[in-house]
């Protein structure tokens, strides 16, 4: 499961420098993708799914994957999709064309949000210093996401690899929530 996250949902944006590439930890920029937002009723997450290309999770912080999809649970009945920048139109339709006539609301995010791929032994460390969460594998296993604070930022953490994080932000924090990392990490190098 997480070599198919890490590598066909996630990827490094190929036009892009590390942020940080340390022995113990790297931050990468991920590369642009397709974000919707979906809110649905329990009757339509499997036809949802369907369109979707990957099932939507019902497990609290869990996620489902599929060939270059990804479904995020975000609350009892909110999950973010994830896709290929260039295909939103096509999802954004199927899943549409699926729930006409049914209550829903599917909202383009894709805009709003940027992500981080921090990578690496210290990665779980470095999000500690800000996010106050135990990232040991018996409690946050792989797969798992979750909507927190790092600092005083909102950010969505979905560990993707034993050693490997996503970390999205909104466009307007990401700065702020990079810059937090990559000084944070400065402790590594001095260490």
């Known amino acids: 499961m997480s070599d198919l ?3 066909d949902v996630i990827t490094p944006d190929a036009g892009e420098s590390p942020l940080l590439s340390l022995a113990e930890v790297s931050i990468l920029k991920a590369a642009p993708m397709t974000r919707l937002s979906l809110r649905v009723r329990e009757a339509a997450i499997a036809a949802t799914g369907d369109a979707f290309g990957a099932k939507l999770p019902v497990t609290p912080m869990g996620n489902e994957t599929g060939e270059k999809r990804a479904a995020l649970w975000m609350g009892p009945d909110e999950w973010t999709l994830l896709a290929p920048e260039e295909e939103l139109d096509a999802v954004f339709s199927a899943i549409e064309d699926k729930l006409a006539g ?9 805009h709003r949000s ?29 797969g798992t996401v979750t909507r927190t604070l790092f600092h ?16 999205e932000a909104w466009v307007s924090f990401m700065d702020y929530v990079a810059g937090i990392l990559v000084d944070s990490a400065q402790e590594l190098a001095a260490a």
């Open 152 to 167: 005083k930022s909102p950010v969505m953490i979905w560990r993707t690899g034993d050693d490997t994080f996503v970390v």
């Open 102 to 110: 049914q209550p829903h609301s599917l909202v383009d995010i894709s």
């Open 114 to 142: 940027e992500a981080l791929i921090v990578s690496g032994e210290k990665a779980a460390w470095l999000l500690n210093t800000g996010i106050f969460i135990d990232f040991s594998l018996e409690e946050f296993p792989v």
């Open 5 to 7: 996250l890490a590598n």
